[in-house]
């Protein structure tokens, strides 16, 4: 029975038998997306349209004592992360703009290459690890092109996240915890919710370990650079202005039309989407409360994630790998959707989903239900995934409608089929 994945992967494997062609593909590829790279960072006419200049700037800052909050680039965007990124990017202040840009591509590239290998040894046939990975990457190519040409950290997060589950699964739980608490400091991203995987899973070492990253990496790190008074300093500005950013009051915040706001397109958290849905105009919703919306997306994110920690009880020793990598791809997820400011190309982390689905579907027999409900739970997520850079479908939040959807597949996939 052909079907439109099977197809794929046939297609896939064309390229992968065929090392030397899908070599060139691939340099072509990255050739291609870095030419728009260096135009966008280095090359083409000021203001740089670059988020790399933003880490720079707040790099600049630390090093002349300024606030690093307050601090914005040429186009005016101001530095929403922890001190650490700022922090590790100081040495490269004093670089061209045009070589910073070439070489966090650079690294960005590796990243990408480095998530696909690692992807790839999840499991045991390699051939379908890197099938997988590769229609994956396919299937969120438009966030991870974005995250690459804009000089975001898209790509590398993904990589930290595939790092930090390869390190899982072959057991060197201490490690994947101070790679998990890097990750989380360097971007407090979608990763954050994994540490109720951990503690669900009884991986105490990793717990523990995940609290010693947690420390070094947000107070002893910094304050060693900074000095005890200045990294508590930004600690307590990071938490008041993002606090106020997201609240009732989130329009008087300068993060606001940066950052915050539902009414961006580019936000496709559920928040976003259904605060457009209701409210007509920015002006509306901030003459009324929002009060219904934020807390009923906050109530839907505790009751999934505690549906998931339940289904996700079983030890790792329990339950096949397979199931270990879809218990982790579901909770990183579901912060994406219930946090209250998703960008579209946040949605890097589709790839962490769309992997274990296609291992999945290696496996099962292609008229059953749970590979019908699989194939085309993909299928949605990918095809409304670059929705969200076509207007309207951006404003309607069809991306994030896509990604719910296929979401709840996997849950309810999840739920189904105890240990397996």
Known sequence: MRTPISLLCQGVDFFLQRKRLFT???????????????????????????????????????????????????????????????????????????????????????????????????????????????????????????????????????????????????????????????????????????????????EWKMCAAVCLGLFFFVWVLPSIVLG???????????????????????????????????????????????????????????????????WGVRAFGAVALFMLAFVSRWKRSQISQQRLVLEYSLFPMLMLLVSPVSEIHHYTILFVMFLPTFFYLDELPRNSMSYQSLMWGAIIAALTHPMGYIHPFDQWGIPAIGALVFWCVLFVFLARNKRV
């Not at 539902?262 to 259904?274: E, M, R, T």
Request: charged share 10%; net charge positive; hydrophobic share 55%.
């Open 228 to 294: 005890t008074d200045q990294n508590w300093f930004f600690l307590t500005e990071w938490n008041r202005i993002l606090s106020h950013a997201i609240s009732d009051a989130g329009h008087e915040s300068h993060l606001w039309g940066q950052l915050v706001t539902p009414f961006a397109p580019d936000n496709q958290s559920l928040y976003a989407v259904l605060t457009r849905w209701i409210w007509p105009s920015e002006a509306a919703l901030v003459n009324h409360t929002n009060f219904w919306v934020r």
């Open 24 to 202: 060139w593909l691939v340099v072509a590829f990255f050739v291609g997306v870095g030419i728009s790279t260096l135009f966008r960072g280095g090359i083409g006419p000021p203001p740089r349209r670059t988020d790399l200049t933003v880490f720079l700037r707040a790099a600049e800052a630390i090093q002349s004592g300024e606030h690093i909050y307050l601090v914005v680039n040429a186009r005016g965007w101001y530095y929403v992360y922890l001190p650490l990124l700022a922090i590790l990017l100081t040495p490269f202040t004093q670089l061209p703009l045009l070589l910073d840009t070439f070489l966090w591509y650079m690294l960005s590239v590796a990243a990408f290459c480095g998530t696909i290998l690692l992807s790839a040894r999840l499991v045991q046939d390699r051939l379908v690890g890197m099938r997988a990975a590769v229609i994956a990457a396919l299937f969120c190519l438009p966030s991870l092109v974005e995250s690459m040409t804009r000089g975001q950290t898209g790509v590398i997060s993904v990589f930290l996240a595939i790092a930090i589950l390869y390190l899982y699964v072959r057991g060197r739980t201490v490690w994947a915890g101070l790679l998990f608490a890097f990750a989380v400091v360097l971007k407090v991203s979608p990763l954050a919710p994994l540490i109720v995987l951990f503690l669900i899973k009884r």
